[in-house]
Structures are given as structure tokens and as C-alpha cells.
């Protein structure tokens, strides 16, 4: 079936970079996505990336995907503390275009 | 801001009662999709309905129904309210079922007692 893995919870020093990684099952995704939520507010799309891409770069966001391993990572360069939230991983399903399936998220942790 | 508005912001219902969410969508956008997000998990996908007819549906039993109206509104109905009903309630909008980016709401707080 489909399913989305993340690590729970990461922690860093602002000004560092952070690495949230993601695993994902269904091969036929053709987006994968990376949303950030903060505590009480819905979703926010921070970016995408189209499956036949390996990498893209957004400012301080950089994403990778490794379509052979199923694995998709967020990199964050010069992380602030308004960076502190939770970050969902997310491929699109097969049945419906803008439907997603979502990991539980990674709690990012930014201390100064 | 989204443009994606959802009411109401918080409820309580008692076990076995009815709710009806609602969620205004960006003007033009014909897709809509319900996510239930337990505290501490991920959003789950509920159903979508692209131009009021249900366009795809997540494991959730049939006491969970939806209406897309053509004023870009939409509802998620759940009958028999369950204690693990209980959740963070969001709907996103996309341009159509094929968009690539889906816009969510601020989300509506359900707890059942």
C-alpha cells in the first residue's frame, strides 16, 4: 500500500543547515511534495518536485529525490528560529490528482 | 493567506451526534479535498469532489459524506460522531483535479466528548 516515512523530530542551532528526510512506497507518484504547518494553522506548500527531477532549488530550500530508493529529503540552509515547525513529506495518489498521502511529520527545532 | 476559509474554527460535539464543516474555496478553483489530521499524525485524505461529484474517497466509512456547491462551497457531513473523531478537520482547493498545487485552509478544531 501507500505510505509515507519520516524521522519525528530534528533539532539544530539557527544558522545551521537542516536535513529532514522522507521515505516513500508508491512509485507512480508524480509529485512529491513538502508542506510546513505551525502549531495551530493548516498547511503551507513550501515546494514540489516533479518526480522525473533529482533536484530543485528554491532560495534557501533545496529538495532531493532518489526515485530508485523512494527517498526525498528537504534541505534548509541558514536555519532560523522562525523555522521551528512541523514538516510533512507528501506524495500525490495515483486516483486523484491532488490527493496526498502524507508522512506524521518532523518536528524541526531551532535553537539560537 | 490562502484564500481558503474554514467554519467554523472550533466545535464540540457530544458521541453520536451530526456535523457539518464548511470550507469556501478560491474563487474558480472546481476541486476540493478533506483531510482528517489526528494530534500528533499527518493529514489523512478523506474524499475529494471535483464540479460536486465525488472525484475519489480515502478509507473512511460511508458516515463520512461531502457537497461541493457551485458557488466554489463546499461541507463534510459526519453522522455518528465517534470518540476518535475527534481531529484537526482541513480542506485545500485546487484549480482542478490535476493541479499541481492544493491550497489549504486554516482547518477546523473537532473534538467529540
Known amino acids: 500500500g501507500e505510505d509515507v516515512e519520516q524521522s519525528l523530530f530534528l533539532s539544530v542551532r539557527e544558522g545551521d543547515s537542516s536535513v529532514i528526510n522522507c521515505t516513500y512506497t508508491?512509485?507512480?507518484?508524480?509529485?512529491l511534495y513538502w508542506y510546513k504547518q505551525e502549531p495551530g494553522a493548516g498547511l503551507q506548500l513550501l515546494t514540489y518536485?516533479?518526480?522525473?527531477?533529482d533536484m530543485k532549488q528554491d532560495q534557501r530550500l533545496t529538495v532531493l529525490l532518489n526515485k530508485k530508493d523512494k527517498h526525498l529529503s528537504l534541505r534548509i540552509a541558514d536555519t532560523q528560529t522562525g523555522d521551528s515547525a512541523i514538516y510533512f513529506c507528501?506524495?500525490?495518489?495515483?486516483?486523484?490528482?491532488?490527493?496526498?498521502?502524507f508522512g506524521k511529520g518532523t518536528t524541526l527545532s531551532v535553537s539560537s | 493567506e490562502t484564500g481558503v476559509t474554514q467554519s467554523p474554527t472550533h466545535l464540540i460535539k457530544t458521541r453520536g451526534q451530526q456535523v457539518t464543516l464548511r470550507c469556501s474555496s478560491q474563487?474558480?478553483?472546481?476541486?476540493v479535498s478533506w483531510y482528517q489530521q489526528a494530534l500528533g499524525q499527518g493529514p489523512q485524505f478523506i474524499f475529494q469532489?471535483?464540479?460536486?461529484?465525488?472525484?475519489g474517497r480515502g478509507n473512511f466509512p460511508p458516515r463520512f459524506s461531502g457537497l461541493q456547491f457551485p458557488n466554489y462551497s463546499s461541507e463534510l457531513n459526519v453522522n455518528a460522531l465517534e470518540l476518535d473523531d475527534s481531529a484537526l478537520y482541513l480542506c485545500?482547493?485546487?484549480?482542478?483535479?490535476?493541479?499541481?498545487?492544493?491550497?489549504f485552509g486554516q482547518g477546523t478544531r473537532l473534538t467529540v466528548v
Open positions: 485545500a482547493s485546487s484549480l482542478d483535479s490535476n493541479s499541481v498545487e492544493a491550497f
Open positions: 508508491d512509485s507512480s507518484s508524480t509529485y
Open positions: 518536485i516533479f518526480s522525473n527531477m
Open positions: 507528501a506524495e500525490s495518489m495515483a486516483q486523484a490528482g491532488t490527493a496526498l498521502i
Open positions: 474563487s474558480g478553483h472546481n476541486t
Open positions: 469532489y471535483y464540479r460536486e461529484e465525488e472525484n
